[in-house]
Nanobody, 123 residues
Framework: QVQLVESGGGLVQAGGSLRLSCAAS????????MGWFRQASGKEREFVGG????????YYPDSVKGRFTISRDNAKNLVYLQMNSLKPEDTAVYYC????????????????WGQGTQVTVSS
């Protein structure tokens, strides 16, 4: 399985932006569909987007559509989550995940997970 490490979290004011990165190792990165999830304190983990092997297909839930953008660089084994127009309700631990299947909003479809990075949006 591929190993994943997220970075780029932090504290930002509402309306600001952050870019999260997820570095993959130990596998053929280009063979994995990648997803981003988040988990706010006391809440269930939520899907915030996914990207296909080549990057040609992307899916976002309505909660982040138009504000969040996923991209990947297969040459560098990196996947990114660009977050704009951040809101206090975006505060959560953000996780990247990998699957050898297709993009899914369901956690159980993903085989590998990072440790998460905290994003805090102040009002």
């Amino acid at each position: 399985q591929v190993q994943l490490v997220e970075s780029g979290g932090g504290l930002v004011q509402a309306g600001g932006s952050l870019r999260l990165s997820c570095a993959a190792s130990g596998g053929t990165f280009s063979r994995y569909v990648m997803g981003w999830f988040r988990q706010a304190s006391g809440k269930e983990r939520e899907f915030v987007g996914g990207i296909s092997w080549s990057g040609g297909n992307k899916y976002y839930p309505d909660s982040v559509k138009g504000r969040f953008t996923i991209s990947r660089d297969n040459a560098k084994n990196l996947v990114y989550l660009q977050m704009n127009s951040l809101k206090p309700e975006d505060t959560a631990v953000y996780y990247c995940a990998a699957t050898s299947r297709w993009i899914s909003s369901m956690e159980y479809e993903y085989d590998s997970w990072g440790q998460g990075t905290q994003v805090t949006v102040s009002s």
